[in-house]
């Protein structure tokens, strides 16, 4: 499977999803927001794509430039067009790129003999981070929702029950991060914002209350019901253990969870927020 000519279709599947979108954008932009002290310089989005979870105009209340990165322009453009935002001289778009450099090799997986030579490559660019000829220093990273579709790309050319399935998804979990906080300057912020678990595995998604939900997830976590890689419990532990991160990280926090609904299913979500040393 051609992974970025799947995402870019995906991308226009869910175009049109705006208004499903709402609870779930305002709830990620006031997070966004939240991060700092208004006017910042710049903020960064890490796979914005169709941008139907972020309210730019809300954003650029708050920060003087934004950077779109993404492997579909077009999606950016649609998204852009959508939000009366095209052509705005205070964002910059930087596409087409693939944010983990590995979407080629995750793609030579699916041929069983040459298999074992694409995970070595595909470890080796995970041991980097990506260079996609930016690299500014900005105030606010943030990646939403793209760190599931970065794991589904391997569990889609590779099975969960390979030996070395895990190995490369937590070198993909590891090189985000990183990636994340490399893009963010000295005293900035990266926020994580991912789903945990959704109703497919989990139907009391569907009828839970906001007061019920982090004791829901607390369970369904315990039950090791959550989707691969982005279990908040290790992501924390990752964070406070691995001297990469816990040496330049002043804090992190993690919000409480919040529901979000999207066509036939719901969907646990999270932010973590990582505040660098300044």
């Not at 650029?60 to 001289?89: H, K, M, S, Y």
């Amino acid at each position: 499977m051609d992974l970025i000519a799947e995402q870019c279709r995906r991308n226009v599947v869910t175009d049109d999803t705006w208004s499903l979108y709402s609870a779930h954008r305002e709830r990620v932009t006031q997070t966004l927001l939240g991060t700092g002290t208004a006017p910042a310089e710049r903020l960064c989005l890490l796979g914005a794509g169709n941008l139907n979870d972020l309210d730019l105009a809300a954003l650029l209340t708050a920060f003087r430039e934004i950077v779109l990165v993404d492997l579909d322009a077009e999606a950016l453009q649609r998204g852009l067009i959508r939000q009366g935002l095209a052509g705005d001289n205070r964002i910059r778009i930087v596409a087409p790129v693939d944010v983990s450099g590995v979407f080629t090799e995750l793609t030579e997986m699916e041929n069983a003999q040459a298999r074992e030579a694409a995970i070595e490559r595909c470890l080796g660019t995970l041991a980097q981070t990506p260079d996609f000829g930016w690299k500014g220093s900005c105030d606010v990273v943030a990646s939403v929702g793209l760190l599931t579709q970065l794991i589904d790309g391997v569990t889609r050319t590779i099975d969960e029950s390979h030996p070395r399935s895990w190995e490369i998804v937590s070198a993909l979990r590891t090189q985000h991060l990183r990636l994340m906080l490399e893009l963010a300057a000295s005293g900035g912020a990266a926020v994580l914002v991912t789903e945990v678990v959704s109703s497919d595995s989990c139907p009391a998604l569907l009828s839970v209350s906001d007061a019920e939900l982090p004791e829901l997830l607390r369970r369904e976590i315990a039950a090791r019901n959550f989707f691969t890689g982005t279990n908040p419990a290790a992501l924390q532990r990752l964070l406070r253990t691995e001297v990469r991160f816990a040496g330049q990280l002043a804090s992190v926090r993690f919000s409480e969870p919040w529901l979000w609904t999207f066509l036939a299913r719901t969907y646990a979500v999270f932010a973590v927020t990582m505040r660098k040393f300044g």
